[in-house]
Every structure is written in structure tokens, then in C-alpha cells.
């Protein structure tokens, strides 16, 4: 979470954290593994849940996949995932609490399970798009839109979702400075094989 410098460290913490919990298995769904990550930036960070504290945080989306048996597995800081099916659109809302020190009670993340269809597209993103300020009146783009966007080109081949999410952004954008990095994440599943 941040800009810059500190948010390029809150990054490296982050995947550092990642890497290691699943290096040594020592989880058993998505919700546990953003938990233990949450215990290990609050230990890299020496918070202790004290006012003083620095409330810096991490937001990620994560998803398990057991392509197998056609299951999501997901938990989310702050970060959605968005699904459309057949034209459909769904959405799994994270938890409302980034993974280190912020919420006024220290939860565990829920762990949402979820059966996927074979061809079904997912999507993961930074807030970098949402929050892009463009269009006439010079607004951030913001989550409706975004999620029209995706569930109008849900069904078209991801090349084709590239250009079309690439081309929106940037005519929104226009003339205005960009305020963040963006990234749009999305794969559809092929879960007949």
C-alpha cells in the first residue's frame, strides 16, 4: 500500500512473506496464508497495535485454485475478485482490513470457497485504474464502471480484453498525470482437462 519507495518495500515485504509461508506448506486455505502474512509484517514492522504505530499495510487479492475438483479457494484485503461466467458477473468481496496493523480489531480473514465452471474468466487488480482521475470532468473511473467494463468483455478472448481494458484506460486517462501503477490480472479457467 503507498506510493513510491514505501510502496515499493511494503511490496518486497509482502512477496517475501508469501514465498516463504508457501515454501513451507504450513497452510491450509487462502484465509490462513494472508493471516500468517499478517503476523509476519507486523513482526518486520515491529507493530504492536499501539496509537503509535505505523498503520502501513498491504491490500492483495489471493486465490488458491484446485483445478481438479473446479474450486476457488479465496481470501482478500481490502481486494476483490471479480468471476464472470456466461456473461454473468460476480463478485467475492475481500475483507475491509489490510494484512499488517489497521482495523480497531485485529480478525482473521474469512476464507471464501467458491465452484468454478469450466471457461469461467477471473479477474484480480490494484486500485491503480479505479482510482485513475480522467473523463471530462476529471473523476476517478471508480468500481462501477470497472465492473461493467469486465462484465461487458468477460466473454471475448483475453487478447481482445487486453486491448479493450488498455484503450479504455488510456481514453479516460487523457491528457491528466497517472496517480498509480495498474494492474489487471485476469485468466480464464479451462477446468474440463
Known amino acids: 500500500t503507498g506510493h513510491g519507495v514505501p510502496g515499493a518495500f511494503m511490496s518486497i515485504l509482502g512477496i517475501t512473506c508469501l514465498n516463504e509461508i508457501i515454501m513451507h506448506g504450513s497452510y491450509l486455505h487462502a484465509g490462513s496464508v494472508l493471516n500468517q502474512m499478517r503476523e509476519h509484517v507486523?513482526?518486520?514492522?515491529?507493530?504492536?497495535?499501539?496509537?503509535?504505530?505505523?498503520?502501513?499495510?498491504?491490500?492483495?487479492?489471493?486465490?488458491?485454485i484446485?483445478?481438479?475438483?473446479?474450486?476457488?479457494?479465496?481470501?482478500?484485503?481490502?481486494n476483490p475478485v471479480y468471476i464472470v461466467r456466461d456473461k454473468h458477473f460476480f463478485e467475492i468481496a475481500g475483507d475491509m482490513m489490510p494484512v499488517?496493523?489497521?482495523?480497531?480489531?485485529?480478525?482473521?480473514?474469512?476464507?471464501?470457497?467458491?465452484?468454478?465452471?469450466s471457461n469461467d474468466t477471473l479477474y484480480l487488480f490494484s486500485d491503480?485504474?479505479?482510482?485513475?482521475?480522467?473523463?471530462?470532468?476529471?473523476?476517478?473511473?471508480?468500481?462501477?464502471?470497472?465492473?461493467?467494463?469486465?462484465?461487458?468483455?468477460g466473454h471475448l478472448p483475453m487478447q481482445q480484453q487486453e486491448q479493450h481494458i488498455r484503450q479504455t484506460f488510456s481514453d479516460w486517462k487523457g491528457?491528466?498525470?497517472?496517480?498509480?501503477?495498474?494492474?489487471?490480472?485476469?485468466?480464464?479457467?479451462?477446468?474440463?482437462?
Do not use: W
Not at 513482526?43 to 489471493?62: F, K, N, P, V, W
Not at 491503480?128 to 469486465?150: E, M, N, T, W
Not at 491528457?175 to 482437462?193: E, I, K, M, P, Y
Open 175 to 193: 491528457n491528466h498525470q497517472q496517480v498509480d501503477d495498474v494492474l489487471v490480472f485476469g485468466f480464464r479457467l479451462n477446468t474440463s482437462t
Open 42 to 64: 507486523m513482526e518486520a514492522l515491529c507493530q504492536t497495535g499501539q496509537e503509535s504505530d505505523q498503520r502501513d499495510g498491504i491490500d492483495i487479492a489471493l486465490c488458491m
Open 128 to 153: 491503480g485504474f479505479v482510482d485513475q482521475f480522467g473523463g471530462a470532468s476529471g473523476k476517478k473511473f471508480k468500481y462501477g464502471p470497472f465492473r461493467k467494463l469486465v462484465a461487458e468483455i
Open 100 to 117: 499488517g496493523i489497521g482495523a480497531e480489531e485485529e480478525l482473521s480473514f474469512k476464507n471464501h470457497m467458491y465452484e468454478l465452471d
Open 66 to 78: 484446485d483445478l481438479k475438483k473446479g474450486k476457488l479457494n479465496y481470501a482478500g484485503a481490502f
